[in-house]
């Protein structure tokens, strides 16, 4: 079947065009005429709000599709295991103390100021108190199968790591001068809430969302990864950096953990992809500062994903998802 | 998917198949009506739903045809669908019937025990 729209389409075929072309060809081959029936059908007499909802209902649907988020894709069903890890983990990194985490002092710092401040420091202070009262919602709605809310919530604590990066990128620190190297550093402290946060955003909606105790413990198992893995960095300090093979085994673990999603076996492939983002930033970070330099670095990350690409290849098995018509 | 209660959009696609095969639109329409049209499902969430129950083998592609000029495909349930349907059925029946039960009961002061 091909892609006609209907005749008199208007705006809502503008609408439907801009989001069929987020589908995968294949499927928009199959099924695009399919969609478009079924979309001029539900939106004719509706208005403008209607009609863009459904066009952005049907948008995220081919975006889903596009990047294997769905819940029958192995990257989907990846996430939806991962969500309760997820949620465990950010709620982990954010418990300072006994990990000597300079983060702490910001905390501290960021309480005690109070609402006498400029405008885009009262901004970075209530984010950098959101960082930690909203994992804690995160993790509780989490606990209580509210994924909807969990959800909602990921996606707030990735916002509020952009905008402590926007508060980096144009505001001095205190106490020293704009550098780019202070820039980076803030940036890759924030990577497990960016990363964490998106992660858990984008995670599909499955046909049984709350697994009930399972999850608790889930959740109860990454939150004491994720301060375990927080005191093993001994916190996200400079002064404090990783030596020998521990900023290594921290990267490479949790990336040979998520390999096994290619054999279909989630549990450990979330274990892992819940870990990565505490760890990769920092070790990075780490094996940069041993090594002197990016470009030291890139040979032995040119190693790692030789290293890392047959692996993936090896253990995998075909998992192309075929867009056939009929089941079975 | 027997082990948990299933989701009711779920639910209700199972339903609307459950007397005939139907299209994506006549589906939409027919969730709206049997949920009293508390549950609307968008085109891009039906064709997730749809997608997933054919890869559970839930729901099968009856009829592929032009209708009009239009692009129509015609969905129904498998035979597995249609158990899965009947046990989802059974154990609302039981949880409703329990309640009906207990409604009926004689009415006691808030707070007492039984």
Known sequence: ?????????????????????????????????????????????????????????????????????????????????????LAGTLLG????????????????????AGTDVSGSLLVENLAVLGLVVVPLLLAVAAALGAWRAARSLGAVVALLGVARIWYAAFHQPSGGEWSGWFFGYEVTALVPHLLGGLLLAVAPTGPVDSRGRADRLLVLAGAATGFAVTRAQGGYDTRNLMDGWWPVALLLLPLLLVLFAARDRL???????????????????????????????????????????????LLGRPTRRRFTSRAG | MTERAMQEPTLLLLTALADAPRHGYALIQEVDAISGGRVKLRTGTLYGALDRLLQQGLIEVAAEEIVDGRARRTYALTGSGR??????????????????RRLGGAVRPRGATA
């Open chain 2, 83 to 100: 158990d899965v349907l009947a046990t989802e059925a059974e154990r609302l029946r039981t949880v409703a019937a329990e309640a009906q």
């Open chain 1, 267 to 313: 549990l450990p492939a979330a274990l892992g992809l819940a870990v990565l983002p505490l760890t990769a930033a920092f070790s990075l970070f780490s094996l940069w500062e041993q090594v002197g330099g990016i470009w030291r670095l890139a040979p032995g990350v040119a190693v790692v994903a030789l290293v890392l690409v047959p692996a993936a290849r």
């Open chain 1, 93 to 112: 990194v954010g418990v300072f103390p006994g990990t000597g985490d300079w983060r702490a002092f910001r905390v501290t710092d960021a309480a005690r």
């Open chain 1, 1 to 85: 079947m091909s892609v006609a729209l209907p005749p008199g389409a208007g705006r809502a075929g503008v609408a439907l065009r801009t989001a069929l072309a987020l589908y995968p060809a294949c499927y928009r081959r199959d099924r695009g005429a399919e969609l478009a029936e079924v979309f001029a059908d539900s939106t004719a007499g509706s208005g403008r709000l209607a009609t863009a909802r459904e066009a952005l209902d049907l948008a995220a649907y081919g975006l889903r599709l596009r990047t294997g988020l769905t819940d029958t894709a192995i990257g989907g069903r990846l996430l939806v295991a991962a969500a309760p890890l």
